[in-house]
């Protein structure tokens, strides 16, 4: 299972706010979670690090609503190194 697949089971998410919380086209997400293409290092890292995050899923769904990836990539950081 791919970490695209899981966050979005873990989050209730559609292809495409998964694509819009990850700045990508949702074809894009259906072809991470099909084996037909990859994400970046970078992408994989932030799925993993928002997979792994211990934040309420009240916290999460703010954070996806905010739809900017930097944010959330900060405020994930932030939670982890305390």
Same mark, same amino acid.
């Given at each position: 299972?791919?970490?695209t697949l899981q966050l979005r089971q873990k989050f209730g998410l559609t292809q495409?706010?998964?694509a819009r &919380? &990850?700045?990508v086209h949702p074809i894009t997400i259906s072809k991470?979670?099909?084996g037909k293409a990859v994400p970046?290092?970078?992408m994989e890292m932030f799925l993993v690090a928002f997979? *792994? *995050?211990p934040k309420k899923p009240a916290e999460i769904h703010r954070l996806l609503n905010e739809r900017n990836l930097v944010t959330c990539w900060a405020k994930l &950081?932030?939670?982890r190194s305390t």
């Open positions: 299972m791919t970490h495409v706010k998964a &919380l &990850l700045g991470w979670e099909n970046s290092w970078e997979l *792994s *995050s &950081l932030e939670h």
